[in-house]
C-alpha cells in the first residue's frame, strides 16, 4: 500500500507509511500533502523524462509504439480528419501547439 492519509484527532491530516509502520509526516493539510507528493513524482520521473529526450534526440525509438512527429501527425489525420491535421499544424506554426 505504501502511504496512506490519516485525519489526526485534532482535523490535520497525517501520512502513514506501511513501508517503515510509523508516520512519516504529521499536521499536514491537503495543500502540504500534495506539495510532497508533486514533489516526489517530479524527482522520481525527471531522471526518467531526461533520458527519454537524450535518446530520442539522438534518433532512438523509446518505445515500440512510439511514434515519430511525422507518423503522429498522419495519426491525426487519420484519426481526426485532414481538417483537424491543419489546423493543429497552423496551431503550432504559431506556436500555440497546446
Not at 512519516?24 to 514533489?39: F, K, N, P, S, Y
Request: hydrophobic content about 35%.
Amino acid at each position: 500500500m505504501g502511504q496512506q492519509i490519516i485525519v489526526q484527532p485534532n482535523g490535520k491530516l497525517a501520512v502513514w507509511s506501511s513501508i517503515v509502520d510509523h508516520f512519516v509526516m504529521t499536521d499536514a493539510d491537503e495543500d502540504e500533502i500534495l506539495a510532497q507528493r508533486v514533489g516526489e513524482y517530479v524527482a522520481n520521473q525527471a531522471p526518467k523524462i531526461r533520458t527519454t529526450v537524450k535518446a530520442l534526440r539522438a534518433g532512438r525509438k523509446t518505445s515500440p509504439f512510439g511514434k515519430t512527429w511525422e507518423e503522429a501527425i498522419e495519426t491525426i489525420g487519420n484519426v481526426h480528419g485532414m481538417g483537424e491535421q491543419h489546423d493543429f499544424l497552423d496551431k503550432v506554426k504559431e506556436g500555440d501547439g497546446s
